[in-house]
């Protein structure tokens, strides 16, 4: 038996299937016969313009919209009947976030954990202690029991990631998460990015309006484009084999 090649085919499964999406609000059609694939360790920036249907793509893929003609898959499933969403992590629009909600650091990074039929569950203990490794590994342990409200755009953003990662997920989908910061916040973020895709087994879906970084990351030319769209891809080879890593841990303890 060969252990290696077993392993590697392990490590690239279908993570996004789409096949001939196509989404319309009323009259007007934003996405048309989108097709496309993600495969396991793939880091996807996915760029168009203003209006191109970026968001409205991601929305399809996380189950907030349903595709008016095509398929999608997740992890080899069909959405429909999908039900492992805590293997995705989301981090939407900063916009679409509502300023005057009462909640705290702690509580919102907490939300992360609950599947969406569970709106409330106890907070285990370990549960507690995930969401203290989430908030030191995006180092705003400090800001916990702040209203979200209250925060900078940045901490804000690094919240909403801490919210996507207590899972510890297999794909992340990043909409713009590095709108509205400032260069020096943008550049430790992309650098977390960077690593989480490298050294961890972790896939990125991510929109983005920063050329120079998804060129000087993901290459100059798209792999694939649809429409409006582009998808760049650059996929990892970093990892020997597929064995799980607890993120979290793993990022804390590498400081
Ligand atoms: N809820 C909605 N109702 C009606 N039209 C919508 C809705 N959401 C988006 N649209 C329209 O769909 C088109 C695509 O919007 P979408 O937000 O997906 O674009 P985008 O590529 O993410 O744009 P941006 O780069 O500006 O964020 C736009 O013309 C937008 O006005």
Known sequence: MTIGSAAT?????EMVALEDVSYSFGSQQVLSGVSFLAQERDFIGLIGSNGAGKTTLLRLIVGLLKPQQGQIRLFGTPI????????????????HFNPLFPATVREVVLSGLYGRSKLFKRVTKEDAARGEDAMKTLKIADLADKRIGALSGGQQQRVFLARALINNPKLLILDEPMSGIDPETQA???????????HH????????????????????????ASGKLA???????DLEDCRET???HTLRKEG
């Not at 085919?9 to 499964?13: F, I, L, T, V, W």
């Not at 430790?188 to 490298?198: C, V």
């Open 231 to 237: 998808f760049h891809v650059r996929h990892s080879h």
């Open 9 to 13: 085919a392990a490590c690239h499964q």
């Open 201 to 224: 087994n972790i896939t990125f879906l991510m929109v983005s309006h920063d050329m120079e970084m998804v060129r000087s990351y993901l290459g100059e030319r798209p792999k694939t």
């Open 188 to 198: 430790n973020f992309f650098h977390l990015l960077r690593h989480m895709h490298q």
């Open 80 to 95: 429909e009947r999908f039900k492992e969403w805590n293997r995705i992590g989301y981090v939407p629009q900063r916009n």
């Open 246 to 248: 607890d993120l979290l």
